[in-house]
């Protein structure tokens, strides 16, 4: 099929959710189409992240409506790809192209006037959007894509200076109240269970580290450029989200069979119960720890999940067909 000219726009400073989005699906409609990246000069991070097939542009914090407008005039793409509010806000409606928004956050009407077509990923957004949008709607599921881990667990345990012995719990978002670390932090500080460590990792740590200690009862880490060390490491994971359209980290721990311990929130509950995973209500402290204790007497072993419905070229393909339903219409 004929390649279509793609760019993506996405604003944010920081790395997290959205921007692992866009660096997955640049780096799967490389290998098809010709695709342009927009971002902020200041996130470095992203940058770093992109792959070198992607054009990347980037713009600074004054006058961005005017030099994105500029560079697309310049590409002339089919398609416009917007992630968050503000790049979608941005980007004008035309009729030289497509405007296709992923609605990583809460809808706001304001923010998403230019678009032609939104993307969400679970039941609870596309029936609220459903009543506020004229625009074309759409569902897809996100993916699972983790490279393979760089560190034998036996080492990473060695440089984190753990105890062989310690039974390893683990949970990897931001810390922000948003991803619940709040709730696991005052449940372990309360069971202070021996020969166990929480590892906690994300943007926004260094106010936490205070909780490392000389009996390892938690360790605190910053952002990790390959995730998939720490998944193998961990015994069990632990997602306590408040809140989320999706949850990557969730799926990235079944894909490495982990025993986990989850919240129910709008991004999950479409799916969680097809599998065997244990959930919690986060305000109930008792049921959580009584939880996390179970898991840590009985020791479980890894278990197999079924993730066909996160397949990362069947769902990219799918955002691919999106496009080209809105550039027949």
């Known amino acids: 099929m004929k390649k279509l000219k793609i760019i993506h726009v996405i604003l944010s400073k920081g790395f997290a959710g959205s921007e692992k989005y866009v660096v997955d699906l640049t780096s799967y409609q490389n290998k098809n189409h010709l695709v342009y990246v927009i971002i902020l000069n200041k996130n470095k991070k992203l940058k770093n992240s992109l792959e070198n097939k992607s054009k ?31 790049a ?11 405007t296709v928004a992923t609605m990583h956050m809460n809808y706001k009407n304001k923010d998403y006037r230019n678009s032609d077509a ?15 949008y004229s625009g074309e709607l759409f569902k897809s599921y996100l993916w699972v894509k983790l490279p393979k881990p760089e560190i034998s667990k036996k080492k990473l345990i060695k440089s984190l200076n753990l105890p062989k012995k310690n039974f390893i719990f683990g949970s990897i978002g931001r810390f922000h109240p948003q991803k619940g670390f709040d709730v696991l932090i005052e449940c372990f500080k309360e069971m202070n269970l021996d020969d166990c460590t ?21 360790k605190i880490i910053g952002h990790v450029k390959n995730v998939s060390n720490y998944f193998n490491l961990f015994d069990v994971g632990l997602f306590f989200s408040r809140w989320e359209t999706f949850g990557y980290s969730l799926v990235e721990a079944m894909q490495f069979n982990l025993p986990i311990i989850s919240s129910q929130h709008i991004g999950n509950k479409d799916w969680l119960n097809k599998f065997k995973i244990i959930k919690v209500n986060l305000n109930n402290k008792k049921q959580i720890k009584n939880s996390i204790k179970k898991l840590f007497k009985s ?31």
Not at 89 to 96: I, N, P, T
Not at 198 to 218: C, S
């Open 56 to 86: 990347i542009y980037e713009v600074g914090s004054f006058f961005k409506k005017y030099n994105i407008k500029k560079i697309i005039n310049k590409i002339k793409p089919q398609i416009v790809h917007t992630h968050l509010g503000e």
């Open 198 to 218: 929480l590892i906690l990792i994300g943007n926004g740590h260094e106010k936490y580290k205070f909780l490392e200690t000389k009996n390892n009862n938690f």
């Open 118 to 132: 939104i993307i969400v990923s679970n039941n609870t957004q596309y029936k609220e959007i459903k009543k506020k």
């Open 88 to 98: 979608a806000k941005l980007v004008q409606k035309s009729s030289e192209y497509k």
């Open 299 to 329: 020791r479980p072993m890894k278990k197999k999940y079924d993730l066909k419905m996160f397949d990362y070229k069947k769902n990219c393909d799918a955002i691919t067909s999106i496009y080209r339903e809105l550039l027949v219409k």
